[in-house]
């Protein structure tokens, strides 16, 4: 029976590793921001409170940026898809325009026919 | 005798009009079997798609106010930094340009995903109308007309009747059923088609709201924390005297902490198109899909709608 490796950074696809990384720094990100680390860093020498507040501008920073990457490839991918999506809008405008000829085409031969039926009483 | 007498009578005299019937049963027939081919059931694709377009226009709103969240995040994150005693003018100015370039980012990628969402506004708005009853109705009232204009052009062809219906209603009856059809190919043949292109198009857009909206509720959050810390929790911990509206603020200030999650309608939405159309595709019990998306998409529309009314009143 095969051992599980465990998964490790290096082991990890790219979109893994992202995705891994972005929740880290959302979950520091909340730890950062409970009332108890808000206050437990007023209480801090000025020097400690300075780097803890640098430090929490880095990471939201960080966390933006890897947000924007993500988003950025899944708007890439609805780019690309946007072709097949105007064709398939286009397929639908033309059964759309051949029902409107179907109703023309009907229109005319209910036309004919109530002038042919005023022509020739009985068939 | 007698039996072989009527038997040979029946066919050797068979009159023109009972031709005329049998010929009219057989068309009949053979349109109504037509009409199931298409195996498209044009009154889901039409509660689809009607749910789709409602979709496509809540999620426009929603877009630009996770655009507003995400800016007024990005501004309490500065305000955070600016407060460190060590930063020099220019370090302000490098972290304000720094996050300045992030927001910029995020809002052209937001511009292009909305734009993108005009594209498939355009695609449900063509699939509605497509599958609504009213898209064929004036087909079906032409055909209708030209089935009465067959029964006026022959009097005895007027009168009869197959199985006590009159042969112009019958011929009415079968001219819908065959603009009914050529619908529902239209609608099969469109599934045959695109079925891979929607179906990436419904996986990508649900990834995207589901990241739109998870940073949403997290920004959202990290605002509310800091207005409860103000407004309540600071002067609470304080010895001083409580301000006067502090109980109003309190209440505002949990029930809007409360409501936070409902942001998730949006992902929610996105996921039920998805789900709706993958149903619609197998063609099974597919009802409760097209249910589930209508409420999802309702509950859209009321977060969107709400967000906006809450935004009015406290800008």
């Known amino acids: 029976m095969a051992t599980l490796t465990p998964a490790t950074p290096g082991s990890l696809p790219p979109h893994k590793l992202r995705d891994a990384m972005k929740r880290s720094l959302k979950e520091t990100l909340e730890r950062m921001d409970s009332d108890e680390y808000v206050f ?82 009985f068939l | 005798m007698r039996t072989q007498y009527w038997v040979g009578k029946r066919f050797a005299m068979l009159p023109k009009l009972r031709r005329t019937r049998v010929t009219l049963f057989a068309v009949c027939c053979i349109v109504f079997l037509l009409s199931g081919c298409g195996a498209a059931r044009p009154g889901r694709f039409e509660a689809f798609a009607v749910a789709g377009t409602t979709y496509t226009k809540a999620r426009g709103e929603f877009l630009r106010q996770s655009l507003e969240l995400y800016v007024d995040r990005d501004s309490l994150e500065l305000r955070k930094q600016h407060a460190a005693t060590n930063l020099s003018v220019a370090d302000r100015q490098q972290l304000l340009d720094a996050q300045d370039k992030i927001v910029l980012e995020r809002v052209k990628i937001v511009d292009d995903l909305e734009r993108h969402g005009d594209v498939l506004r355009l695609y449900f708005a063509a ?113 001083t005297p409580l301000p006067a509206d502090w109980e109003k603020a309190r209440r ?64």
């Open chain 1, 40 to 121: 437990a860093l007023d209480a801090l020498p000025e020097a400690d409170r300075n780097a803890a507040l640098i430090t929490r501008g880095e990471l939201f920073r960080t966390w933006r940026q890897l947000s924007n990457l993500e988003l950025a490839s899944i708007r890439d991918e609805l780019v690309r898809n946007e072709a097949e999506l105007r064709k398939a809008t286009d397929q639908l405008n033309a059964a759309i325009q051949n029902l409107a000829k179907v109703e023309k085409v009907l229109k005319a031969a209910t036309a004919f026919l109530a002038a042919a039926s005023k022509a020739i009483p």
């Open chain 2, 127 to 239: 699939l509605s109308q497509l599958s609504s009853s009213k898209g064929v109705a004036g087909a079906e009232s032409a055909a209708s007309g030209l089935a009465a204009e067959i029964g006026k052009l022959s009097e005895s062809l007027g009168a009869s009747s197959i199985g006590g219906v009159p042969i112009g209603t019958v011929l009415s009856r079968a001219s819908g059923f065959a603009i009914g059809a050529f619908r529902n190919r239209a609608l099969a043949r469109h599934l045959e088609a695109n079925a891979a292109t929607i179906n990436r198009e419904l996986w990508l857009e649900e990834e995207a709201l589901r990241l739109i909206t998870e940073e949403m509720i997290a920004d959202q959050t990290v605002l509310r924390n800091e207005a409860r810390r103000t407004m309540v929790t600071v002067p609470y911990r304080a010895d």
């Open chain 2, 252 to 315: 505002v200030q949990l029930l809007a902490e409360a409501g936070i999650a409902r942001a998730k309608a949006a992902q929610d939405a996105a996921r039920e198109l998805r789900l709706a159309y993958e149903a619609l595709c197998k063609g099974a019990n597919e009802n409760a899909g097209v249910t589930d998306l209508q409420s999802a998409v309702s509950r859209l529309v009321r977060f969107v709608g709400d967000f906006a009314a809450a935004q009015t009143q406290n800008p």
